[in-house]
Antibody, heavy 121, light 111 residues
Framework: EVQLLESGGGLVQPGGSLRLSCTGSGFTFSNYAMSWVRQAPGMGLEWVSGISDRGGTTNYADSVKGRFTLSRDNSKNTLSLQMNSLRADDTAMYYC??????????????WGQGTLVTVSS | HSVLTQPPSASGTPGQRVTISCSGSNSNIGSHTVNWYQQLPGTAPKLLMYTNNQRPSGVPDRFSGSKSGTSASLAISGLQSEDEADYYCATWDDSLNGPWVFGGGTKLTVL
């Protein structure tokens, strides 16, 4: 059974940084592209960033480009999202998700339970 | 505002059939397949339908999907109380909106 466990969320001041992690188990982590999708309180889903299976290709939503950096360590089955220059509108539940195959162009498949990021002074 | 347009709400009584629409453009639905996600209250989204009309294992055949041109639909027949949830369509987008775009979500209420 695919399991994705997110961590690293919390309260941070505007302009601050936070690093989210997602650890996968129950599947061959290195065979699948991964993404982060966020959901602001009471709002819909927004894709944030994705990375291919070997980490060679990363994509970002315009809203986070230049501020967020996505990486993965396949030896540790871990996906990481470094978030800098955080703003109030980055406040959201952040979900880690697998894609159906090695490229971000495959549909999002399994999802973690999420980690909450709150940006506030 | 979302790139894909969904009605904010839908409703039906147990046993009824309801449909949820998702409207896009040539750069997204018009060129790529559509996926649907179900989000039960207080939980993470779950894949409900992929490649327009394919159900993952475990999803009842009461759920069906279709796509035509730049629009897609999710149909739920034999509505049950446990179907009450938020439903989101999603697809790849070739324009600057992308690459992945979601609809704004439809809250389904079972009356």
């Amino acid at each position: 059974e695919v399991q994705l466990l997110e961590s690293g969320g919390g309260l941070v001041q505007p302009g601050g940084s936070l690093r989210l992690s997602c650890t996968g188990s129950g599947f061959t982590f290195s065979n699948y592209a991964m993404s982060w999708v966020r959901q602001a309180p009471g709002m819909g889903l927004e894709w944030v960033s994705g990375i291919s299976d070997r980490g060679g290709t990363t994509n970002y939503a315009d809203s986070v480009k230049g501020r967020f950096t996505l990486s993965r360590d396949n030896s540790k089955n871990t996906l990481s999202l470094q978030m800098n220059s955080l703003r109030a509108d980055d406040t959201a539940m952040y979900y880690c998700a697998t894609h159906y195959g090695g490229y971000v162009s495959y549909h999002l498949d399994s999802w973690g339970q999420g980690t909450l990021v709150t940006v506030s002074s | 505002h979302s790139v894909l347009t969904q009605p904010p709400s839908a409703s039906g009584t147990p046993g009824q059939r309801v449909t949820i629409s998702c409207s896009g453009s040539n750069s997204n639905i018009g060129s790529h397949t559509v996926n649907w996600y179900q989000q039960l209250p207080g939980t993470a989204p779950k894949l409900l339908m992929y490649t327009n009309n394919q159900r993952p294992s475990g999803v009842p055949d009461r759920f069906s999907g279709s796509k035509s041109g730049t629009s897609a639909s999710l149909a739920i027949s034999g509505l049950q109380s446990e179907d009450e949830a938020d439903y989101y369509c999603a697809t790849w987008d070739d324009s600057l909106n992308g690459p992945w775009v979601f609809g704004g979500g439809t809250k389904l209420t079972v009356l």
